[in-house]
């Protein structure tokens, strides 16, 4: 019994017994974390990381749905993870994880907090050395390759292929485990992917350069195997790079969340409370500075909130009692106490998560076009191969060395190294294009999607506008000025930096006894009359006009019996604005406006830059529900916002776009971050996208074009291992040369630009 958990020997019992162990804790916290949902059915999102592909997509649904007791199950590429919804609270899901490991993938429930775990960077970090090794020994394999062809022979020649050997053998050992492991997994399971025949060429080409090699053959192909793992694990790389961007958007969401709350108790105690104990009917104390941790009601206090996780706007907005406030949104100047309405999981910002990653699993299912082949291709390259084999065998009559030679050569020269390249080539070669014109391209598929939108969503503040008030108009006396000025001093609100900037050049005057009145504005005494600065309203009790007499924007200001004066706010224009709208609509855009503003101020906007439809006043879900109509009829969205609310909407547009100057989460949501303060980026790059696309097409079509001549004379024995390898290598030449071509030429912006009396007159016929 000594030293055994389950009472059994120390060796194979003890090893089992662990793994029984985990796999009951796995159970355990999977059930645990599921999550009941309104129609009696439970949800479980489990942590996949060995999802990579469309064939691994495919597999796992294929694999779970169907299975009794699965309504559904949704595999999310980008996040790696998978979504079972099972038919009620009774049903055990170990059922679920057993058939994942039969599958081949192991699962392990979802734990928000762990998403930029080290064991996703471990692995980001190893792809990016194994393709670093690979990268440098192809190219030094190659020189001695080139020596070979060019006539070496004898001794030269043998002991060239040994030092391309001493090379090849321990990176390819090292660089092709990811693809070893990945064709082991898959074979386990029964079933097939890309990876398989990848591997088995590499394995093939670098056991028969070994045997060459020992027996003093004249022909090797170390460069092969080498080169191929090089170029493949250029696209593996930038698949685990867009990964690392989605997990970072919900992972940067969800530290927006408050960890806890104090709760007011009897006689006025605090008492700090985790969130996920804070229950509804708790009255918490939110202080300038921290986060609402829960939906509630205002029942002590005033302050003004920066709501631009629900609105996207950047001016805070005011509150005081009985006012409904979010979760996540930011208290800026005043204590305040509220009822909590809701509990944490069911708040404002858990919906926006929540929506997040419903259309995250609705991207996820998008597969790139060499993916979507790897079901057919690999099966197909891997019988073709045998069929070589077997017909060489009869025709030679059991000559294994030549047979063997024929379907390694078959096995090299179709190989998908061009039809891996097709893609990833051109996504390196456009990431770049566009980083030189400061735009940012998080993941390589989206410059598939952004050729293919054909409707251009826009947020208004912070996206077409730059998000700073300025003062339009100031309706004020002269005298007053001074005044204005030292009380917008006294306040870091956006409209009294606004008002404070306006009079730049003006003297403040000596006030005293000034003070802010938290969600309302600032008041002080000049010479024994009290001034005020703020909302209309707060500014006509002291004034002898009312405050809705003032014309404006809602700010006034006034002395105490004397007139109160109006100021207008506008909004700047982002730098190309008009002109990225008339580029779009020339490349047979559809465009929208659609906002949380008010709709005076988003009909403002639209009509300066030329947009004919807007809406106002949208929430995240009802940004959210536009984009889904536009989608079901056809469109496909391309969303360009900035604010915390704009997450889900970028997330579940067909490809997203955000300005540098956005929120952390808007800017981890989208596909592009463009840092040039223009929008003229977002034409530059859908343009970009348009051509990267064609190319993409090209080298499909070269490759296909050389399996049709190379195959047939691979199978037919005219093509020795060593022309197979020179074949797959300037297949692979070509095609990287073709996708050079979107390299060439410079910025694209000055073409779409429109002349200013062209733009001018456009916005007149508008007004």
Known sequence: MAGSCCGGDLGVDNAMCSAGIRDFNRVEELQRAGHAEDDGTVRYVLSVPDIHCGACISAIERGLNGLEGIVSARVNLSLRRVTVILDGPDRSP???????????YAATPVDLGDLGNSDERRKADRLLKSLAVAGFAAGNIMLLSVSVWSGASGATRDLFHLVSGLIAIPVVAYSGQVFFASAYRALAARRLNMDVPISLAVILALAMSVYESVTGGAEAYFDAAVTLLFFLLIGRYLDQLMRDHARSAVLGLSRMTARGGSVVGAGGTLTYVP????????????????????????VKGASDLDRSLVTGESAPVSVALNTDVEAGTLNLTGPIDITVTRKADESFIAEVMQMMEAAENGRGRYVRIA?????????????LALFAFLGWMIATRGDWHASLYTAISVLIITCPCALGLAVPVVHVIGAARLFRQGILMKDGSALERLAEADTAVFDKTGTLTTGTPRIAEAGIAEADISAAKALAQHSIHPASRAIAAYFVDEPAADLSEIKEVPGFGVQGVLDGTVVRLGRTDWVGEIANTAGDAVTGSGLAFAREGGAASGFTLSEALREGTPEAVDALGEQGMGIELLSGDSVAAVREIAGRVGIEAFRAQATPAAKIARIKALQSEGHRVMMVGDGLNDAPALAAGHVSMAP??????GRMAADFVFTRDTMMSVPFAREISIKAGKLVRQNFGLAVLYNIIAVP???????????????????????????MRLARGGSLL???????????ESREALA
């Open 660 to 665: 540098a100057s956005a929120s952390d989460i």
């Open 750 to 760: 000055p073409t779409f630009k429109r002349s200013k009396e062209t733009a001018d």
């Open 371 to 383: 993916d979507r082949a790897a079901r057919i291709y690999a099966p197909a390259v891997h019988l």
């Open 94 to 104: 170990d059922f679920v994880l057993a058939r994942l490991d039969q599958l081949g």
């Open 713 to 739: 004379l691979a199978v037919s024995g005219f093509v020795t291992p060593l022309i197979a390898a020179l074949a797959m290598s300037g297949s692979s030449i070509v095609v990287v040369t073709n996708s």
């Open 275 to 298: 969130v996920d104990e804070i229950e509804p009917g708790m009255v918490l104390r939110v202080a300038p500075g921290e986060r609402i941790p829960a939906d509630g009601r205002i």
